[in-house]
């Protein structure tokens, strides 16, 4: 079982900058796609970004062009930089193991990100 702790959360206004990190326990981080997924209030979790053990990287596209993805394999962390902000961007954010049939472990708790108008 890998666990997850999600960190760097908070509130902005529209058009600002966050980044958020993810620690991961176990050994096979870096064999591992990683994902961040979001929910919002009312609304099913979605896979927001993921990044493959060999850094390809893929977007949801209502984030491409404005977040980021990386990875550290050294520090078991991946990251989220989320650029140009919107309202809309408002969720709890969440990362897992991307498996062939989706998130493949438990949830952490999560960051929230509060975008304000």
């Known amino acids: 079982q890998v666990q997850f702790v999600e960190s760097g959360g908070g509130l902005v206004q529209a058009g600002e900058s966050l980044s958020v990190s993810c620690k991961a326990s176990?050994?096979?981080?870096?064999?591992?796609?990683m994902a961040w997924y979001r929910q919002a209030p009312g609304k099913q979790r979605e896979l927001v970004a993921r990044?493959?053990?060999?850094?390809?990287?893929n977007y949801a596209d209502s984030v491409k062009g404005r977040f980021t993805i990386s990875r550290d394999n050294a520090k078991n962390t991946v990251y989220l930089q989320m650029n140009s902000l919107k309202p809309e961007d408002t969720a709890v954010y969440y990362c897992?193991?991307?498996?062939?049939?989706?998130?493949?472990?438990?949830w952490g708790q999560g960051t929230q990100v509060t975008v304000s108008s």
């Open positions: 990044i493959s053990s060999g850094y390809i990287t």
């Open positions: 176990g050994s096979t981080f870096r064999a591992n796609t």
């Open positions: 897992n193991v991307l498996g062939l049939n989706g998130p493949r472990y438990y």
